[in-house]
């Protein structure tokens, strides 16, 4: 089994800064889901020792808006000058998600808190344009 109190530790952090009173994950635990605003799940999960990722399940994409939406997250996965941005990407089964890597070891509050804001923005933009009207 891998160490994972490196991940334990920031992904609890973060949570508590989120103002989630979760208990301690358990010694094996390798993610940890949270739902944000009843719209989407995040999970936080381990990757290895050093890196552990954010993802952010947007669903299906709804038949109307898959071509507009998928264009819009491909353009999201341009280069850019942001300190943390989002992938977007579909799952095995299809699914919308935007995801970071992020390392275990080296980041601060305010940075984990910024990658997740960045998370959370581009989620809340897909799912702005899948909401859209056509």
Same mark, same amino acid.
């Given at each position: 089994?891998?160490?994972?109190?490196?991940?334990?530790?920031?992904?609890?952090?973060?949570? @508590?800064? !989120?103002?989630?009173?979760?208990?301690?994950?358990?010694?094996? %635990?390798? *993610?940890?889901? $949270?739902?944000? &605003?009843? /719209?989407?799940?995040?999970?936080?999960?381990?990757?290895?020792?050093?890196?552990?990722?954010?993802?952010?399940?947007?669903?299906?994409?709804?038949?109307?808006?898959?071509?507009?939406?998928?264009? @819009?997250? !491909?353009?999201?996965?341009?280069?850019?000058?942001?300190?943390? %941005?989002? *992938?977007?990407? $579909?799952?095995? &089964?299809? /699914?919308?998600?935007?995801?970071?890597?992020?390392?275990?070891?080296?980041?601060?509050?305010?940075?984990?808190?910024?990658?997740?804001?960045?998370?959370?923005?581009?989620?809340?933009?897909?799912? @702005?344009?899948?909401?859209?009207p056509r």
């Open positions: 089994m891998q160490d994972l109190s490196a991940f334990h530790h920031c992904a609890s952090e973060l949570l @508590q800064h !989120l103002g989630f009173a979760a208990p301690a994950p358990a010694s094996g %635990q390798e *993610v940890i889901s $949270l739902t944000v &605003e009843q /719209r989407f799940n995040v999970h936080l999960g381990a990757i290895d020792h050093d890196n552990w990722f954010m993802l952010a399940e947007l669903g299906e994409c709804p038949p109307q808006s898959e071509e507009t939406l998928q264009a @819009q997250a !491909l353009r999201g996965n341009q280069l850019c000058g942001q300190a943390w %941005q989002p *992938v977007a990407a $579909l799952d095995a &089964e299809h /699914r919308l998600c935007c995801w970071l890597r992020l390392p275990c070891r080296g980041l601060d509050l305010p940075q984990l808190a910024a990658a997740f804001d960045a998370l959370v923005a581009r989620a809340e933009a897909l799912l @702005q344009t899948a909401d859209a």
